[in-house]
Structure formats: C-alpha cells, structure tokens
C-alpha cells in the first residue's frame, strides 16, 4: 500500500455504527418520553413486516482481556447471575408495556463481556423468558459470543434448542508471547476443540474474531494465526484493528507499551497480508473488517445489496427497530438512540425501581437520517446516490468538495449523481463515510476521541 496515503489518512475516525456517532449526540435535547414515543412509531411501522431485533449485554468476565474496549465487569463471583438476569427481564417487561401487540422477534444476539460466564440454565432462563408470548420470524437469527475457554458443550446444545444457530469466538491471535500481553491465554486445540464442538451440536455460522496491531504481533504471528484458523473454515471471520484507546478504557489498555504497538504503515500490512491470505482461502471481504466464505449469508446479503450495519455490527437483515438490553447497551429506533447506564448497581436500581435505566440518547433529525442512509449505504454497498430528492440535504456541496481529495488520490469515482469505493478505497472506508458527517466538521471534538482509521 501506499505509505503516502498511510501518512495522509490515518486519523483518528469513528467506525460509524450509528449515525450520528456518540459523542455528536445531542444529550440535552434528549427525553425517554420521546424516546418512548419514537420506539412505539416505530415498532407499529415495521413490527409485522420485519419484526424487531434484540441485544442483550451480559458483561461478567472472570478476567480482565487488556485489549477490550467493552464494558465489562471482572468477577468470580458467579452469585452475580440470577439478579441481572432478573433486572434485563424486568428492562424488557417495560419496553413489552409500549407494544400494542406481541413483538415479532427476527434477531437476538448475546453480547459481552462473555455471555458464557453465565451457566447454561441460567441462559436457557432468560430467552426463555425474553420469549414468551412473542412471534419468531420464519427465519430467525439468534447468536451469541462465546470465550472459547468456557463455552461448553451444555451452552451450545441450551442456546441450540432454543434457535440459536450463529456462534462468534474471540480468537485475537495465536502467538503465546501475543496472548500473555493481552491476557488472553486461549491455544490452539482448545478453540478447534469448541470449534468442532459446535459443528457436532449443529451451529450452521461459526465466527472467528482475529485482531491486528496488538500488541507485540508481527506480520509472522498473524499470518500464523490466520493458517490456524484456515484449518477450521469458519463460515465468517471478522479481522478488526485494534482500537487503542486508553483515554476511554484507563488501565485496562495500559498492560503493555506504546512501543510494543505496530504503528500506521506496519500495521496496514498485517492487514493487507492477512487480507491476502484470506482471499487465497476462499474468504470475501465484506464491508469494513469482515469476510466470509460464498456460502455463508453474509456474503449472499452483500450480493444482493441487503446487508446492514448496526450497533451490534453487520448482518445479513435489516429492522428497523432494534431494542438493547442490559447495562452499557444502546437501543436504535432508527429515528432515535438510547443508551443504558454503565454500572451494573445503577442498571439493576433504576430497573428495579420502574424506571427505564436510559442515561443518554439523541433524537436525529431530518438531515441526520438523509446522512444516516449515505453512511449505511457505503458501509454495507460501498457506493451512494443523491439524485432522488430526498438524498439531498443542505451541506452536499461541501461533501462533494471533501470527497475531491479521495477521488484524487483515485480512491472512489465521484460525479454530480453519486459515488462508489473502488477497491483501492477500501481500506480508507471510515475515512469516506467521515466526510459526509456534517456534525464532525461542524464542531470537531476537542483531542483524541477515536481511534486510527488505519
């Protein structure tokens, strides 16, 4: 890659799960009244024809990871269980109060922390009860995170049984001298052993989470890491670059030194590399930092141009309303954000005394939902149009005019109706989708606030 367009792009820049991205959300025009509203509209809009999705945060971790940017709690205190299980059924009880009708529920995905902290039966509980008295889509998807050191043949037949089907293991890296800096000791025949274990059960999408610019990783380790993970074939694999940023997450990213870090142009060649090598396998890339093989629906939703991105990162469906549970978790109405309080003690009083445990959201606007499309369209199609008047918004010329400098560089091909990402383009994807983000030029953020885009 070109070390020049290295130096000249990588800056700090979101990873535009939402837009606008958090720190642009407007906090203090912000109501749980309104919120309430915007998630009925919402819900009575598109419930009985795509249904709604659901995320649920389970932080619990036994051990601190020291490259996780989550929100997590560190204990081995397993007691921990039952009452947050109990205070996410109460959570989802009050959003159950704004329906008019049974829910019908076409994804649920289980985020962490590691929802495999929790026992099988106490998981089994939840959806269990998350799902009484709902609809299930004719095809829902229902998938979990699960640690590779604790997921067990009983969590996988549990979750199994009750539809799920897609499973994701945090990998990271192979490399021992890797796994001791970010306190991830996990070997290789433990993750083929799980791995293989959720073939036998019945699990039809494995993913495998890889992470590049950890620390002490070098372009031999990811390659090694990536060999390893060939032998398995799972049906996706999401290669992240590690987000570094200490500023938000303290000490927890502090385990290791600045100097142990692959910095800009080294970095994108562990990427390029192991990009390389993935493609040599079979893998496409879709999108920013994922791939998958032909069969998987990933792929066939990229293909048929019916792939979404959303808090909980890309999927193969769209809904238009997507409810969070849980403590840290953000609830997308798509004409609102909403996101929970950060502590489990807070999370559970507030639940337990009736109230909704919202601590910030922000309701978008008519511009922002224009942007909001022109973002998700590059993200999921790598290319937007604004011939329609309704993809017009006021700051498009100053847009077009940003965008001159990627089509110099002949990174995307741009005219007065449209533009799309050539393959060149690619790696600079975060950097395109910043430049139709009006609410980041107009008051750019005070010091680091995102990690590098590359």
């Not at 049974?102 to 495999?116: A, D, F, N, V, W």
């Not at 021992?176 to 306190?183: G, M, R, W």
Request: charged share 20%.
């Amino acid at each position: 890659m070109n070390t020049t367009l290295i130096d000249k792009y990588n800056i700090p820049a979101p990873r535009y799960t939402s837009y606008p991205t958090v720190p642009f959300w407007e906090v203090d025009k912000f109501s749980v009244n309104r919120w309430q509203q915007s998630v009925i509209r919402s819900f009575e809009e598109s419930n009985p024809a795509e249904g709604i999705s659901l995320y649920i945060h389970l932080p619990f971790c036994e051990q601190l990871c020291t490259f996780c940017g989550c929100n997590k709690r560190i204990t081995k205190n397993h007691q921990v269980e039952h009452p947050y299980i109990e205070a996410v059924l109460k959570e989802w009880q009050m959003y159950r109060s704004l329906f008019a009708h049974p829910p019908r529920i076409k994804e649920l995905h289980l985020g962490g922390g590691s929802p495999t902290f929790f026992g099988a039966k106490n998981l089994a509980y939840l959806i269990e009860s998350i799902l009484k008295d709902t609809q299930l889509d004719t095809q829902p998807l229902f998938s979990f995170e699960g640690n590779p050191n604790n997921t067990t043949e009983e969590h996988l037949k549990a979750l199994f049984d009750l539809g799920f089907r897609r499973v994701s293991y945090g990998i990271q890296d192979y490399n021992p001298a890797v796994q001791k800096a970010i306190h991830r000791i996990q070997p290789f025949e433990q993750v083929q052993k799980v791995h293989e274990l959720s073939q036998k059960v019945g699990y039809t999408s494995i993913n495998h989470d890889l992470i590049y610019g950890l620390p002490l990783q070098t372009l031999d380790s990811v390659l090694d890491t990536i060999q390893k993970t060939q032998q398995l074939r799972p049906d996706r694999i999401a290669f992240y670059s590690y987000a570094h940023v200490p500023w938000i997450k303290g000490n927890g990213q502090r385990g290791f030194s600045e100097k142990d870090l692959p910095q800009s142009a080294q970095k994108r060649e562990l990427y390029e590399e192991g990009r390389k090598l993935l493609e040599v396998s079979g893998y496409h890339e879709i999108g920013l930092d994922h791939f998958s093989l032909k069969e998987d629906d990933l792929y066939q939703a990229f293909q048929s141009g019916n792939l979404h991105r959303n808090f909980m990162g890309y999927t193969s469906s769209k809904t238009q309303l997507m409810i969070g549970l849980g403590v840290s978790s953000i609830s997308d109405s798509w004409y609102g954000f909403a996101q929970n309080v950060k502590k489990v003690e807070e999370y559970q009083h507030l639940v337990n005394q009736g109230e909704l445990p919202v601590f910030r959201g922000h309701h978008l606007n008519q511009e922002d939902l224009v942007i909001r499309q022109h973002i998700l369209n590059l993200m999921c199609q790598l290319k937007t149009n604004w011939e329609m008047s309704t993809a017009f918004f006021a700051e498009l010329p100053q847009v077009w005019k940003r965008l001159k400098s990627f089509e110099q560089d002949q990174l995307i091909s741009l005219n007065d109706h449209g533009m799309h990402i050539k393959t060149a383009g690619q790696p600079f994807l975060r950097n395109i989708c910043m430049a139709f983000d009006t609410r980041f030029w107009r008051k750019q953020p005070a010091g680091q606030t995102f990690s590098m885009s590359i």
